[in-house]
């Protein structure tokens, strides 16, 4: 695929994602005491460079330049977390450089979007211990809410680099071990198996609904159906449950979308959806590979895709 488009589609998606008012999240009208929209919007305009670098880096690999163990996916992400951080105070789009990074990789190897999950996944199968250790550093300097310590390969110990390099654990073994703890690394295992069904939901969705009222019901679903690992982090398994379950109740008409948007804010950022909100990114940088349009009637702006 064309590397501008690619570029284009990965900076798009995260934007998209961060304006639309999806419930318990900063968006076009809401932000939290220490996050508001303007972060995403620095933080993601930001990484330019770093996509289009990884979408270069790819093509050489693709092009037979580069073995794939020398994508540098790990590198990468750092210094995408390094260019975020040098623009705005807070931590809005680590995971989703964790997954855009490799997936825009991904749909630089393939010939349609559809392909390029599968080919993320084979790129971090092909990843070093040293892309590991550098995904570390760029966790490290987002410092990302409700990191676990004391567990094994803890990125805060100062013995895991040896422990991380003794055990080859690269990016693939890192995200088997981390997979139960944060959902973006269980879509590098299974090649982005809920961002595309994801994608597809939005797909549908938008031939019925404005954008914004599509991405809020894919949004709810995905709510409905999943737990979302940053909330476990932050305020344990039973919250997520019960945002689950509130999820649940909107999509039965029991409870409003706005009913549901103050619940999630009564405890501060503490039920802040943010993994699935991660996957709602990757989806519409989907969709915008695709060739996701809008165009505006009687004031809403509708998701066009020209089918070939």
């Not at 981390?178 to 809920?194: A, K």
């Not at 404005?210 to 476990?232: H, M, N, Q």
Request: glycine share 6%; with cysteine.
């Amino acid at each position: 695929m064309e590397r501008w488009k690619i570029v284009r589609a990965f900076l798009l998606g995260p934007l998209l994602e961060a304006a639309l008012p999806k419930p318990g999240n900063v968006n076009r009208y809401r932000d939290f005491s220490d996050l508001t929209l303007y972060n995403f919007i620095f933080a993601n305009t930001a990484v330019v460079s770093v996509y289009h670098e990884a979408v270069r880096t790819a093509e050489l690999v693709r092009r037979g330049e580069l073995f794939p163990s020398e994508a540098g996916i790990g590198s990468l992400i750092k210094r995408a977390v390094i260019a975020s951080k040098e623009v705005q105070d807070a931590n809005p789009n680590f995971g989703v450089l964790v997954l855009g990074i490799p997936l825009a990789m991904g749909a630089s190897l393939s010939k349609n979007p559809l392909e390029a999950g599968e080919k993320a996944r084979d790129l971090i199968r092909s990843s070093t211990v040293r892309d590991t250790m550098e995904l570390y550093r760029a966790i490290r300097t987002a410092n990302p809410k409700g990191i676990p310590g004391e567990v094994k390969y803890d990125v805060y110990s100062d013995d895991s680099f040896e422990e991380l390099f003794r055990d080859g654990i690269n990016l693939w073994k890192l995200a088997e071990i981390s997979c139960e703890r944060e959902l973006v690394f269980c879509e590098w295992l299974t090649g982005y198996e809920l961002t595309y069904s994801t994608a597809e939901r939005l797909f549908q969705l938008i031939k019925e609904y404005p954008l914004e009222d599509a991405a809020v019901r894919a949004f709810l679903e995905l709510l409905a159906s999943r737990e979302d690992t940053l909330i476990v982090r932050k305020a344990g398994k039973e919250e997520a449950e019960l945002v689950m379950e509130k999820a649940r109740e909107v999509l039965k008409g029991g409870l409003s979308v706005d009913e549901f948007d103050a619940f999630l804010r009564e405890k501060g950022d503490l039920r802040n959806p943010g993994s699935l909100a991660d996957i709602m990114a990757a989806s519409l940088s989907v969709l915008a590979l695709a060739g996701l349009k809008i165009k505006v009637v009687d004031g809403k702006a509708w998701g066009v895709i020209e089918q070939p």
